[in-house]
């Protein structure tokens, strides 16, 4: 006879790998053994646990850029500078001109 399977709570390791915890933290704040919450989920669920955790956290990933998204339609320049570096290319580097060669040109003052 074999031992007794631990419930796992499903909604409770969704949330948490939706906001992001890893395996590691789930299964401590669970109170099981890692290689528990690894076995059951390819038992109950039909996946390996990284395709698992993948699935969870780009939820987690969606509702933070939706979030992120409003506060930068609301305003918030910061959020939005950063939103265009992100997506958009966007930087605030200078481009600096000249021969690598010489360095860059100076002018002089004073007599000539």
Do not use: C
Not at 11 to 37: M, Q, R, S
Not at 53 to 75: H, S, V, W
Not at 92 to 103: F, L, M, N, V, Y
């Amino acid at each position: 006879m074999g031992r007794k399977k631990i419930d796992i709570d499903w909604e409770i390791v969704d949330e948490k790998l939706g906001k992001f915890y890893e395996g590691t933290e789930v299964a401590a704040y669970l109170g099981i053994n890692y290689a528990t919450l690894e076995r059951r989920v390819k038992e109950v669920h039909k996946v390996d646990f990284a395709d698992y955790k993948r699935q969870k956290r780009a939820k987690g990933e969606a509702i933070l850029r939706e979030l992120q998204l409003k506060t930068a339609m609301e305003g918030n320049v910061t959020m939005q500078i950063w939103l265009g570096k992100q997506y958009l290319n966007q930087s605030d580097k200078s481009e600096i001109k000249g021969d690598i060669t010489t360095g860059p040109k100076t002018i002089g003052y004073g007599k000539s």
